[in-house]
């Protein structure tokens, strides 16, 4: 995919002494640490590092512009990107580091007395109602703050927000650096994959998931389901799930909100043939491949995990009524590993099961064993998945790491994502 490229400008065309907004992921995973939090993985902000040295290196200020977490709109303290400031302030990396907790006319004015080699990170951009509906207003007020748009966060280019395409409509806009780069090596995986192509997906919110899943089905020999997103699956097929997480469409985006997930996993299910591709030739297996049994318990917290076999244990007392499917079992597990195993090109985005507590973290620690080992291309993508990976030491053994999550589940699938298409040349 061709894309306008921060690294295509030589010379004259350089971006020099103008005032850049960059759009950055600093949507990253926090911590309380002696009673304030702080960033508990910087592997983001690190990624942007090299395109805001290189633009200051030229004399221009920077601008950052980034989310974090879903606030509903509105300011929200658990949501500010202040832990994010303090941290960077910390690291040193650039001394002139400031934080503006607006983007009145007042924060305008401060911007423009700053010089060049300066660096503002502007708060939480879902702090206002025209950032995901990308309104013109919004888009030409944001733009207004700057002279360039670059966009540095590959992970929010699947979201057509204000801050990722809405600016890039307005202003001169150039990928960054590392967007540019990790466009480039998950082209190479999509155009010819080694087969058979085994995706993975897992993770709870299937309204982000379900689209590409289904392209995916289309590309991919074999796609494996798990975590909560798997929970669609196995209602769609009459099997009572009593009280397992099935996102309800009001949770999902407004406009996604007469979807019944359910029915569209069904729908997946019957478009998909019964035959997949193995290493050794084709199998009657189904290729939508969803868990055989799992772990359950009636709280989330629990460390009483009781195993459910989908296929017999299905009994209806007032006692399983209250059971949530958290982890995959150990049958899904060994079937999962085996396809893994038999893989050319294993493409894995989600954790398997309620990772966080240990009680349903087998699921997600297994596949990530058999993606680690097995000889296929390996390529994976979202927050959980690497702290999966990381945790167990095993994110070495990974082929590419995906800074995106869904927006590289999407354009895996071969969807062309708003936020570079606003960047074609
Ligand atoms: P996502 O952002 O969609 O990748 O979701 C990640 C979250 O999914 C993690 O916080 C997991 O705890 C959660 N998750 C995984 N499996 C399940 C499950 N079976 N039920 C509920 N939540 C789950």
């Not at 700057?146 to 280019?157: H, I, K, P, Y």
């Not at 994976?380 to 590289?408: C, H, P, R, Y």
Request: glycine content about 8%; aromatic content about 8%; proline content about 3%.
């Amino acid at each position: 995919m061709k894309l306008r490229t921060l690294s295509s400008l030589e010379g004259s065309k350089k971006i020099s002494n103008q005032t850049v907004l960059i759009r950055v992921d600093y949507n990253v995973p926090l911590e309380e640490k002696k009673g304030s939090l702080t960033v508990a993985d910087d592997t983001r902000l690190v990624n942007s590092k090299k395109t805001i040295d290189w633009l200051l290196e030229n004399g221009n200020k920077v601008i950052l512009l980034s989310h974090l977490g879903r606030p509903k709109e509105a300011p929200e303290a658990k949501y500010s990107l202040r832990p994010v400031f303090n941290y960077l302030k910390e690291q040193n990396w650039w001394p002139k580091l400031s934080f503006i907790d607006n983007i009145s006319q007042d924060a305008k004015d401060e911007i423009s007395l700053l010089r060049g080699g300066e660096v503002v990170i502007l708060e939480n951009m879902r702090f206002y109602i025209g950032e995901k509906q990308n309104t013109r207003g919004h888009a030409q007020w944001l733009a207004s703050f700057g002279d360039v748009f670059v966009n540095e966060a590959f992970s929010s280019c699947h979201r057509a927000h204000a801050s990722t395409v809405g600016i890039a409509q307005i202003l001169p806009s150039y990928a960054g650096f590392a967007l540019e780069e990790e466009v480039n090596a998950l082209e190479k995986i999509i155009k010819t994959p080694a087969r058979p192509l085994v995706a993975v997906v897992g993770g709870a919110k299937i309204s982000d998931k379900v689209e590409a899943t289904a392209n995916l089905a289309r590309m991919a020999d074999v796609v494996l389901v798990g975590g909560g997103v798997a929970n669609n699956f196995i209602k769609a097929q009459k099997v009572e799930v009593h009280k397992s997480y099935l996102e309800s469409a009001v949770e999902a985006d407004d406009k996604k909100k007469d979807i019944n997930y359910v029915k569209t996993a069904k729908k997946i299910i019957e478009e998909n043939c019964w035959e997949v591709y193995l290493k050794d030739g084709y199998i009657p297996l189904q290729k939508i491949v969803y868990p055989v049994d799992v772990w359950a318990a009636s709280d989330l917290k629990s460390d009483q995990a009781q195993l459910i076999n989908l296929d017999r244990d299905m009994h209806d007392t007032d006692k399983d009524k209250n059971l949530m499917y958290l982890d995959i079992g150990p049958k899904t597990i060994r079937l999962f590993q085996e396809i893994i195993l038999s893989a050319g090109t294993v493409f894995w985005n989600g954790p398997m099961g309620v990772f966080e507590n240990p009680s349903f973290s087998m699921g997600t620690g297994e596949i990530a064993r058999a993606v680690a080992k097995t000889s296929a291309v390996t390529v994976i993508g979202g927050g959980d998945t690497i702290d999966a990976l990381k945790n167990a030491q095993l994110e070495k053994q990974i082929d590419f790491v995906s800074t995106g999550g869904s927006a590289s589940l999407e354009f895996l699938a071969g969807k062309v994502l708003s936020g570079l298409a606003v960047l074609a040349p």
